[in-house]
């Protein structure tokens, strides 16, 4: 019988993707602008992919083998390894890696963990810039540095016209989602671009308020999920749907007033 999720486990289940995120950063740290190999995985398309990426993940891996040898895991470099365990992994060693090849303190090590099927807990890690985000929604999301710790809270805002809202790419979208991409941008009071998985970390420290991106992997935003409701926002898909585990079409806001405004437009996709 699965031991349930306890307040008291879940503590020692945040220490722990703390202690995760701090080994990744043993590989990531010494490669971030160095002259480190880059390859293309994807094709005509430029994807890279970088020893980093790979040595990072086979690091977190082998820590949970150590430790909790009966989870699962499911990573972007070594694909899935019991992904019907009651407790999975789902990482992501470098997301951005594009940011960290150009030297760009914009990647970030994403770890959650599934329990039963949904995640319950997260870490979106910058150990560049020393900071690591990190939360539950039934602990709440606080941010840790060398500084010491505080809680994470996003901030609400009246409506899309005065939010500030991001994207990492307008080019990976498809035509549609670009037309539902602009109109929201126009509506929108301030645009950036190129921040990956760091926005999601801006919206829980209620820094952005809107995440807007399709074409996920549960790699690429379950981190999130509960790091963003932990500070007390949320996800959706592009319909309104709360976003659980997977990735797709997705929507991440500190303010549901936000989404009120911004979801119309998104269905038009």
């Known amino acids: 019988m699965t031991e349930p999720l306890s307040p008291d ?10 202690e995760l995120s701090a080994e990744a950063a043993t590989v990531t740290l010494p490669a971030f602008r160095a002259d480190t190999a880059v390859e293309n995985k994807g094709g005509h398309a430029f994807d890279p992919v970088t020893q980093a990426d790979r040595g990072a993940e ?15 895991v499911i990573g972007e470099e070594y694909g899935a390894d019991r992904a019907d365990a ?9 997301d951005g890696t594009s940011a960290f090849v150009a ?14 099927g949904s995640p319950v807990l997260g870490v979106i890690g910058q150990p560049y810039l020393r900071e690591f985000y990190v939360g539950s929604t039934a602990l ?12 994470l809270e996003v901030r609400m805002c009246d ?7 991001t994207t990492t790419d307008p080019h990976l979208f498809n035509r549609a989602e670009l037309e539902a ?23 829980a420290l209620g820094r952005i308020d809107l ?23 949320l996800l959706t898909d592009w319909t309104g749907q709360r976003l659980g585990r997977g990735g797709g079409r997705v929507a991440a806001a500190g303010d549901p007033r936000i989404l009120r405004d911004a979801l119309p437009i998104l269905r038009r996709a």
Do not use: N
């Open 58 to 72: 086979a690091a977190i891996r082998r820590l949970i083998a150590q430790r909790f040898p009966d989870h699962g």
């Open 140 to 151: 709440g999301s606080r941010l840790v540095t060398p500084d010491g710790e505080r809680r």
């Open 181 to 203: 991409w602009t109109a929201v941008r126009q509506a929108a009071r301030l645009a950036r671009l190129g921040c990956d998985a760091y926005a999601y970390a801006m919206v």
């Open 103 to 116: 030297g760009l303190p914009l990647w970030t090590t994403l770890i959650a963990l599934r329990f039963q």
């Open 86 to 94: 009651d407790h999975v992994w789902v990482i992501d060693p470098i």
């Open 9 to 18: 486990r879940l503590r020692k289940l945040d220490a722990f993707i703390l």
């Open 159 to 165: 409506g899309l016209a005065q939010a500030a809202i």
């Open 211 to 233: 995440v807007v991106e399709s074409g996920l992997k549960a790699w690429d935003v379950e981190a999130a999920v509960p790091v963003i409701e932990g500070a007390g926002g």
